[in-house]
């Protein structure tokens, strides 16, 4: 929950400065859950049966990989930044 009295000893900089990081944060989670999501579906969907085509496919799961690493990373940093304002 939201502290009012931690708002009231921070700067209108700050607060708008820990909000607006928060949004951003919290956008491009947004941008990288749905980037999974449709690489997952990609990855699922096709049907891998040249090189060529397995070679796009491992290419698809490693980029799913990397974009969970990144969606965990920025939900921590979201936690973080929504724990600054909550203290």
Excluded: C, K, P
């Excluded at 749905?34 to 891998?48: H, K, M, N, P, V």
């Excluded at 049966?49 to 990989?65: D, N, P």
Aim: charge should be negative.
């Amino acid at each position: 929950m939201y502290s009012f009295a931690t708002a009231e000893s921070w700067s209108s900089e700050g607060l708008w400065s820990w909000f607006v990081a928060g949004r951003e944060a919290r956008a491009a989670l947004d941008a990288v859950e749905e980037a999974a999501g449709s690489l997952q579906q990609l990855s699922t969907d096709a049907d891998w049966q040249s090189q060529g085509m397995r070679a796009l496919h491992e290419l698809l799961v490693e980029l799913q990989r990397r974009a969970e690493a990144l969606m965990a990373e920025l939900h921590v940093r979201d936690w973080e930044i929504t724990r600054a304002g909550a203290s």
